[in-house]
Structures are given as C-alpha cells and as structure tokens.
C-alpha cells in the first residue's frame, strides 16, 4: 500500500506539473476525434500511475458518468491488488470511464488524461510509484479509439509539447477487473490522505483551472446509477 510516509519528501514534487519542465497548461485539441456520437454511453480505458488520482480527475469532467478502478492489460484473470502491485501479472492500474459522447468526446478524455492526468512521458512509473502497473497505457476499445489515440500522440510530438519523448503505449483493451471495493472512490473517500493531498489534489485543481469548461464541482461517483 502507498504510504503516506512519502509525503514530506514529496512535497517539492508534487508542486510540479504533469510535465514537469513547463507549467500545467492546455494542450492543442486533438486534430483527429470522434466524427458523430452514435451512442449515449461510450467506454475509454486509460492507465496513468495510480488509479486513485486517475478516478478522481476523471469523475469531475463533465459527461463522464462513471469511473471505475481497476486492472487491464495484464494475463492473470480477477488479480488481486497485491498480485497487480508485485508486476508479475502485468496489469496496470487502470481506470474505466463511461462517458456521454454527446457531452465530452473520446479526444477531449485524452486531452486531459495527457495534460492532467498523468505524466505521458514517465516510462512505468508515476511521481512515488514505479513499476510495470503504473505505466502510461491507453488500451483502446475500437478501431476509432486507436486511431483518435495513435494521432493525437504523433500531433503532440510534432507539437513539441513535451520536453521528453511521450512513452504512452496504445494496446488494444482485452480485458478490465475492478479493483478491491476499498479502492473506489478513494481519493472522495479520503481528502486527507497524504499520498492524495500531495499527488491527486492538485491534478484535480489544475483541471479547474486549464480547462473549467470542462470541469463539474461535484463528482460522479461508482455508487451513483
């Protein structure tokens, strides 16, 4: 388990951005999304370090229905926390996004999963987590998502958005166990968690902040229908 341990060496970290050379600010929509919304619910599969700050940035965008914590990617079925954590599954944390088409697009999600959400160009590992389980991870659901996914990375490139190569993979969703009920909704559960005011907090106020049209106060929750 992570240990709030970590938190008074942590705190120069965690007062830098997703990127950490460059400010947290908005990057350039993706060029490539989704074309029409044929669908009210659609599912994104995103890994990006611990899926207790991925869920909480995640439940406060507008159109997202559901976020779920979980494990993908890996060759173990139904793996247990533990199991995921040792990196012999190769799973990685993962979360499971529901989300209106109508309301926030595929495109939009990975905007903020690269500029908020995570650190794409950290190789497994995120801030205090290393490891296989925490790496950077979009496991597309379709041959749209791949291909949403795959342009935005090479735009973003080309964009020179980042100090350092984007080492995000793109590998096509097979399968998703939701994590130990404990997990869900941990970073609502526990505001005061040293490990979530010192690394999740922030990514949530920074989502406020760079893309407002985009946030929601209240957060959806997994007990939520």
């Not at 970590?6 to 060029?31: E, G, I, N, S, Y």
């Not at 247990?80 to 088409?101: C, L, N, Q, R, W």
């Not at 950077?136 to 980042?162: C, N, R, V």
């Not at 995000?168 to 909704?185: G, L, N, S």
Request: hydrophobic share 40%.
């Amino acid at each position: 388990m992570r240990s709030s341990l970590f938190a008074a060496a942590l705190v120069t970290l965690a007062a830098l951005p997703a990127c950490a050379d460059q400010a947290p600010r908005a990057l350039p929509a993706p060029a490539v999304d989704e074309r029409h919304a044929t669908a009210a619910s659609e599912t994104a599969v995103l890994a990006g370090g611990c899926f207790w700050g991925m869920q909480g940035v995640f439940e406060h965008v507008k159109g997202v229905t559901k976020v779920i914590s979980g494990y993908s990617g890996g060759t173990v079925a139904d793996p247990s926390y533990g199991e995921v954590s040792s990196g012999d599954t190769g799973h990685a944390e993962t979360v499971k996004i529901a989300f209106d088409p109508r309301q926030v697009t595929y495109g939009q999600l990975l905007r903020i999963f690269f500029s908020v959400a995570h650190d794409p160009t950290e190789l497994n590992r995120q801030g205090p987590d290393d490891g296989t389980n925490y790496r950077s991870d979009i496991f597309f659901t379709s041959p749209e998502q791949k291909e949403i996914a795959t342009a935005y990375i090479a735009q973003l490139g080309k964009a020179h958005a980042y100090g350092d190569p984007i080492v995000t993979r793109v590998d096509k969703f097979t399968a998703f166990y939701p994590a130990e009920d404990y997990h869900q909704d941990y970073l609502i559960h526990n505001p005061d968690d040293g490990y979530i005011v010192i690394n999740d907090l922030p990514k949530i106020a920074n989502l406020k902040r760079i893309y407002p049209q985009m946030y929601r106060e209240k957060p959806v929750t997994v007990a939520e229908k």
